[in-house]
C-alpha cells in the first residue's frame, strides 16, 4: 500500500500524462479516420480526455499486423525461455508505474485509489509474471501408442487473439487474457471498455519498452458495436476471448458461428448467493464479508454476493451486525486513500442501478439501508450503499444483475433450501457457504451449481486457481495453467517408424 494522501495523490495526478491515442503494430497513434471519443471522470463528471475511437478500418490494421508478426514468428518463434524474460521485464516495468497505473485505473473507472493501488496494479503485473514463470516448465505430451510408432501431442498458439474486456477491473480483466496469450505466443489485439480505456493504452507502451516485439501485442479503443463488432466478425482472427455482460458473450458467440468459426471463450455476469447458515464459526466476520463482498468496487464486481441468503434461525441478528458493518462503507472521493466505496464507472451504470433499487421497492423488498444516489453536489456519479430484506425468487432484483452496491437478503429454513434457492438462477459463477460443519460445507458446495464456491470466506484464491463460470456465466476460465489452454490448439503426429 501507498502511503500517499489526498493532497500527494492530487498532486501526481497533475503530472499525469493521458494516453490517448491506439497503439498498433509497435505505435501509437490516431484512429483512421481521426475520431474520439469522451473519456469522463466519474468522480466529478468532467472530461478527463480525448480518446481515439477505432472503427473498422483501424481494426484491419491492427489485425494485419497482429497476422504479420505471428507469421514471422518473431515472437512465437522465440523459445519459452525468452518470452519468459519479456514477460517478467513487463511485468516488472508495470510494478515500477505502479502508481501511475492505479492512478489511471481509479480516475477512469471511480474505484478508490487504495484499491487499485492494493489489487489492481500489483494484480495485474503479477498475472503477467505468473504466466511468463509457466511457460517453460510446461511439457507435450509422447502418447502411449504401439512400439513402430512415435505419437507426440502439442500445443501450438492459435495465431490472432482479440480480447474484449470490461470496464470494472479493466486492467486485470485485461492481463487476465493477455498474461496466457501473449504467453503460448499469440498475437493479441486488446479492445478495453469505451468507459475504461486508460491503463490499456498505457500498458502497451510499457510491453514495448519490455520487448514485446511490434505488432504482437496492439491496443483498439472504441466501442463495441464498431470495432468490437470488426474483430468479432474478422475472418483472419482465430479467437476471440470476451470478459463482460452474458448479454454481449451470446452475441459474440453468434458472431464466431457467422464468420470463421473462431475460438469463442466468454466470461459472463452472476447473480451470487452467499449463503449464511446458523451455524457459522464466526456470524461477525461473516458479517463483515458479507458487506465487503456486495460493496467492494461500488458492486461491479462479476462475483459480487449480491444474494445472502441467511438462515431464519439467526436472521435479525444477522441483519444487525450487517447493517453495523454496512454503515462503515461511506461514498467518497476515490482519490482520498480513506475512501472504502467510490463512484459508478458512468451516468448510465448509475441510472441503471437507480433504476433495480426502484423495481425493488415496487415489488415490496424492505429497504434496510441508502437506496439513493448521494455526493450529487460532486457532479460525479454515487450510490449510497443499498440493501433490500425480504426479497423472494420472483422479484427481479433476486434474479437480475443489477452491478452495484445492491444487496437482497432473502431468508431460508434447511439446507436443502439455500441450495435450491442458490441455484435458482440462470448465472453459476460463484457462490458462497458458511458452517462449522465439515459435511454441509462439502455437501453444499458440490450442489452449488457455481465455477468457485468459497467456504467460509468470500472471495478466497490466487493465480493458481481456475476462475470463470457455470450456465450463462460463461464458457473456459481465466487464471491458472488452465487458461493457456485457451489460447493453443492440440496438434497430434504421428511417426511412423521403420520396422
Ligand atoms: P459489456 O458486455 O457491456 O461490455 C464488455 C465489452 O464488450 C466492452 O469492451 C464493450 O465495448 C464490448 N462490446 C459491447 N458490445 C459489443 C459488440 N456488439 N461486439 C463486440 N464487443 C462489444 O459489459 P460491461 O458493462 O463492460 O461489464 C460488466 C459485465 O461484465 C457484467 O455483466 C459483469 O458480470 C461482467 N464481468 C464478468 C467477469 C468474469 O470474469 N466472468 C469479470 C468482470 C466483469
Known amino acids: 500500500m501507498s502511503d500517499m494522501n489526498l493532497a500527494q495523490w492530487q498532486y501526481r495526478q497533475a503530472q499525469l500524462t493521458l494516453p490517448t491515442q491506439a497503439f498498433i503494430d509497435g505505435n501509437y497513434r490516431d484512429a483512421v479516420d481521426g475520431a474520439t471519443f469522451d473519456c469522463i471522470n466519474p468522480a466529478n463528471g468532467q472530461l478527463l480526455a480525448k480518446v481515439a475511437a477505432c472503427d473498422a478500418a483501424d481494426a484491419e490494421l491492427a489485425v494485419s499486423a497482429a497476422r504479420a508478426a505471428f507469421n514471422d514468428r518473431r515472437w512465437a518463434g ?45 494484480a495485474a503485473a503479477n498475472c503477467i509474471a505468473w504466466n511468463g514463470e509457466a511457460i517453460d516448465k510446461l511439457y507435450d505430451e509422447v502418447a502411449p501408442v504401439e512400439e513402430g510408432a512415435l505419437a507426440l ?110 475460438r469463442a471463450f466468454m466470461e459472463c455476469g452472476g447473480k451470487s448467493p452467499n449463503i449464511i447458515l446458523a451455524d457459522a464459526p464466526d456470524l461477525d466476520a461473516a458479517a463483515k464479508s458479507a458487506a465487503g463482498a456486495i460493496f467492494y468496487n461500488q458492486g461491479e464486481v462479476c462475483t459480487a454476493a449480491s444474494r445472502l441468503l441467511v438462515q431464519n434461525s439467526i436472521k435479525s441478528d444477522f441483519i444487525e451486525r450487517l447493517l453495523a458493518h454496512a454503515r462503515e462503507w461511506v461514498s467518497a472521493d ?35 439501508l441508502g437506496g439513493q444516489r448521494t455526493r450529487e453536489e460532486s457532479g460525479g456519479f454515487y450510490i449510497a450503499p443499498t440493501i433490500f430484506d425480504e426479497v423472494t425468487p420472483q422479484m427481479r432484483i433476486f434474479r437480475e444483475e443489477i452491478f452495484g452496491p445492491v444487496l437482497a437478503i432473502t431468508g431460508f429454513d434447511t439446507l436443502e433450501e439455500a441450495i435450491a434457492l442458490g441455484n435458482d438462477t440462470d448465472y453459476g459463477l460463484a457462490a458462497a457457504i458458511w458452517t462449522a460443519d465439515l459435511n454441509k460445507a462439502i455437501k453444499g458446495s458440490r450442489a452449488l451449481r457455481a465455477g468457485t464456491v468459497f467456504v467460509n470466506n468470500w472471495d478466497g484464491g490466487d493465480m493458481t486457481m481456475p476462475f470463470g463460470g457455470f450456465k450463462q456465466s460463461g464458457n473456459g476460465r481465466d487464471k491458472s495453467l488452465h487458461a493457456l489452454e485457451k489460447y493453443t490448439e492440440l496438434k497430434s503426429t504421428w511417426i511412423q517408424l521403420e520396422s
Open 153 to 262: 501431442v502439442t500445443r501450438e498458439p492459435l495465431g490472432v487473439v482479440a480480447a474484449i474486456v470490461p470496464w470494472n477491473f479493466p486492467l486485470v480483466m485485461a492481463c487476465w487474457k493477455l498474461g496466457p496469450a501473449l504467453a503460448t505466443g499469440n498475437s493479441v489485439i486488446l479492445k478495453p471498455s469505451e468507459k475504461s480505456p486508460l491503463t490499456a493504452l498505457r500498458i502497451a507502451g510499457i510491453a514495448k519498452e519490455a520487448g514485446i516485439p511490434d505488432g504482437v501485442f496492439n491496443v483498439l479503443p472504441g466501442f463495441g458495436h464498431t470495432v468490437g463488432e470488426a474483430l468479432a466478425m474478422h475472418m483472419d482472427v482465430d479467437c476471440i476471448t470476451f470478459t463482460g455482460s452474458t448479454k454481449v458473450g451470446k452475441h459474440l458467440v453468434q458472431c464466431s458461428g457467422k464468420s470463421n468459426l473462431k
Open 78 to 122: 522465440q523459445s519459452p525461455k525468452e518470452r519468459k524474460l519479456v514477460l517478467q521485464r513487463f511485468a516488472e516495468l508495470m510494478r515500477l508505474h505502479r502508481v501511475e497505473l492505479a492512478l489511471l485505473e481509479s480516475l477512469d473507472m471511480g474505484k478508490p485509489i487504495s484499491d487499485a493501488m492494493g489489487y489492481d496494479a500489483p
Open 334 to 368: 476515490p482519490q482520498d486513500p480513506a475512501t472504502r466505496i467510490g463512484a459508478m464507472v458512468d451516468g448510465i451504470q448509475m441510472e441503471q442501478v437507480l433504476r433495480y433499487i426502484e423495481i425493488g421497492k415496487q415489488e415490496g423488498a424492505k429497504l434496510l
